[in-house]
């Protein structure tokens, strides 16, 4: 491992631009911690490399977000960058969306992000450096029929 590899915590990493990431990050060297709700879909990207950490994380479980950041800064000295990619989408009609599947998609998308920002905040100011990355979508700029809550929630992480 180089000694300009940084320290990633990259959220949502079981599928999609997550794992990607992790992924690619893992092979140029870099220190990685890898997350997913259900960390054993992470083995195959923590197998047979020191550099890559897998860690069972729900962003909107503040006890989580809470360990994931305490063990990079015990492990590691500290995250020098964190991806919010965690997130998901849900499709329906604004007037015929539950307001649990809702509350819970918001929960992830922009709470959960919220959450994780404020969590490493404190270490990087200590540090005097650090990149927070939002993963965000085309869906905050643009709604389309059927994906209104969605793109509420990614509206909120643009702006």
Aim: net charge negative; proline share 1%.
């Amino acid at each position: 491992m180089a000694d300009s590899s940084r320290t990633w915590l990259i959220t949502g990493c079981s599928t999609g631009f997550g794992r990607a990431l992790a992924t690619r990050l893992t092979a140029r060297g870099e220190r990685v911690i890898a997350t997913a709700r259900k960390p054993d879909a992470l083995r195959d990207l923590v197998s047979g490399h020191d550099n890559v950490h897998a860690l069972k994380l729900d962003v909107t479980v503040q006890a989580d977000v809470d360990a994931a950041v305490a063990m990079a800064e015990k492990a590691f000295g500290g995250i020098d960058v964190l991806v919010n990619n965690a997130g998901y989408g849900y499709l329906a009609a604004v007037e015929e969306g539950e307001d649990d599947a809702v509350r819970a998609m918001f929960d992830t998308n922009l709470f959960g992000l919220v959450a994780m920002t404020k969590a490493v905040l404190p270490g990087m100011r200590a540090r005097g450096k650090g990149h927070i990355v939002n993963i965000s979508s085309v869906g905050g700029l643009v709604g389309n029929i059927g994906s209104g809550y969605y793109a509420e929630t990614k509206f909120a992480v643009e702006g």
